[in-house]
């Protein structure tokens, strides 16, 4: 069994499950006994954390108490994040945490790492010899961040199917293994009566804020951009990014075409791109003024619907009347605004 320290930074360990189950308290202990309220205040600081600053906050651990109290802080923020029942919420705390995780990792000793990798199901390996890593190209491909141009496998070192990889880049593959997984789980529970009624309070006031940034989200136009009048494919692509989850390539490219097509400023795109927990500011800048022309001979166009189809980031399933009408993202803008102005 590994330290309790160790188990507190990572609580989403099979050790940590294992613990609280051989040495933690019942849920009805952890729910209403006086001992675990500071393990239940804890579980909603993760909660509140997550909402506001895409982390679920670093508390010490000087002592055994302290380890504790931030081991059973986990299943609560997990079973009152089910409670609150927002999807977007769920993504932004799954996040949170694979994000607080990937910021430890960076730090520890390399066998630790794969170690962890290994339990989030990557093949990785590691030549002590040369202190090198290196991961299967699959299990690269479902986590990288392709959109980068560092992190295309032609810009890595392959061989027999392996790519070598720093432990910092392994550190961020981690993140988006950990951040699915998560969000898995999460949508696969249900709430429980009375996790609902303990922390009702505190679900009802998440839900509150939840429910007003959407209304401010929806409401307010993005520089000369009205949200709600985009189309399903640039809803869903707004929608992830500010989720933080991990968007293909070409629907990163799609949106800013389609953005620069209504006239907003790199600096307004970039505004978008700023929840991505690799957000980088300098790179991102470099994408979009390249795609906008801005800092190249080529102006790119947003692709119709269907190379959006094609590229799979239609989002078929919520096409509306209006979508099976039109064959470009832009036509379904621009007539959402002409049916606005013939409004009485």
């Known amino acids: 069994m590994r330290e309790l320290a160790t188990l507190a930074k990572y609580p989403f360990l099979h050790d940590t499950r294992e613990y609280i189950k051989d040495y933690g308290p019942t849920i009805p202990e952890l729910l209403h006994e006086p001992p675990f309220e500071r393990a239940r205040l804890i579980g909603i600081q993760r909660l509140d954390n997550a909402l506001k600053h895409r982390d679920v906050g670093v508390r010490s651990l000087a002592n055994d108490t302290d380890c504790i109290m931030e081991i059973l802080s986990y299943p609560i923020a997990r079973m009152v994040a089910v409670c609150i029942g927002d999807s977007f919420f769920n993504k932004r705390y799954a996040l949170s945490e694979a994000y607080h995780a990937y910021s430890s990792l960076l730090t520890e000793p390399p066998g630790f790492v794969l170690s962890v990798a290994h339990?989030?199901?990557?093949?990785?390996?590691?030549?002590?010899?040369?202190n090198s890593m290196s991961i299967y190209f699959k299990d690269y491909l479902r986590n990288a961040p392709t959109r980068y141009k560092e992190w295309k496998?032609?810009?890595?070192?392959?061989?027999?199917?392996?790519?070598?990889i720093s432990q910092k880049d392994l550190a961020r593959l981690l993140l988006e293994s950990l951040r699915e997984r998560l969000n898995q789980e999460l949508l696969e529970r249900g709430c429980d009566h009375?996790?609902?009624?303990?922390?009702?309070?505190?679900?009802?006031?998440?839900?509150?804020?939840?429910?007003?940034?959407k209304e401010k989200t929806e409401a307010t136009p993005f520089g000369t951009l009205a949200i709600e009048k985009l189309p399903p494919c640039m809803k869903d692509i707004v929608s992830a990014i500010q989720s933080g989850?991990?968007?293909?390539?070409?629907?990163?490219?799609a949106l800013v075409a389609f953005l620069n097509s209504l006239k907003l400023t790199p600096s307004e795109v970039l505004k978008l791109f700023s929840t991505a927990p690799d957000y980088q500011e300098d790179k991102t800048r470099y994408q979009v003024e390249h795609i906008t022309g801005a800092s190249s001979a080529t102006r790119y166009k947003c692709p119709g619907c269907d190379k959006m189809?094609?590229?799979?980031?239609?989002?078929?399933?919520?096409?509306?009347?209006?979508?099976?009408?039109?064959?470009?993202?832009?036509?379904?803008?621009?007539?959402?605004?002409?049916?606005?102005?013939?409004?009485?």
């Open 245 to 253: 989850e991990n968007v293909p390539h070409m629907g990163r490219f």
């Open 194 to 213: 009375t996790v609902s009624e303990v922390f009702s309070a505190d679900i009802h006031r998440i839900q509150n804020i939840l429910a007003m940034q």
């Open 119 to 130: 339990e989030l199901k990557l093949n990785v390996s590691h030549d002590t010899e040369k």
């Open 309 to 344: 189809r094609t590229y799979g980031i239609c989002p078929v399933e919520k096409m509306d009347d209006l979508c099976r009408k039109i064959r470009h993202p832009l036509s379904y803008y621009t007539t959402k605004w002409r049916q606005e102005k013939r409004k009485p």
């Open 153 to 164: 496998m032609v810009n890595r070192g392959v061989k027999a199917g392996y790519l070598s």
